[in-house]
């Protein structure tokens, strides 16, 4: 059975930090389709945060560069990002991917950025 299952959320205070990980099991397999977060706010669609690729390049979306970081540890099979300066608008439930829209999605976890 293919899952993938994240961790790490909770309530920060503006300006504080987390991080967010997604473990693989099953058939899945980190490293060989390209990994990304999303985040869906209450109301809003869900948006992709930061991807990396199979050859391990990082990209960003404009408001988390410089404050989030992806990452992959390939030998535990698991991602994970890095999210400092945390802002109020960062608020969302956060959910992993691998292999693009159409491919596995973790159930998400709840970031609560507030004061």
């Known amino acids: 059975q293919v899952r993938l299952v994240e961790s790490g959320g909770g309530l920060v205070q503006p300006g504080g930090s987390l991080r967010l990980s997604c473990a693989a099991s099953?058939?899945?397999?980190?490293?060989?389709?390209?990994e990304a977060w999303y985040r869906q706010a209450p109301g809003k669609q869900r948006e992709l945060v930061a991807y990396?690729?199979?050859?391990?390049?990082?990209n960003y979306t404009d408001s988390v560069k410089g404050r989030f970081t992806i990452s992959r540890d390939n030998a535990k099979n698991t991602l994970y990002l890095q999210m400092n300066s945390l802002k109020p608008e960062d608020t969302a439930v956060y959910y992993c991917?691998?292999?693009?829209?159409?491919?596995?999605w973790g159930q998400g976890t709840q970031v609560t950025v507030s004061s």
């Open positions: 099953g058939s899945i397999i980190f490293r060989m389709n390209g």
């Open positions: 991917n691998s292999g693009g829209p159409k491919g596995a």
């Open positions: 990396i690729t199979t050859g391990g390049i990082p």
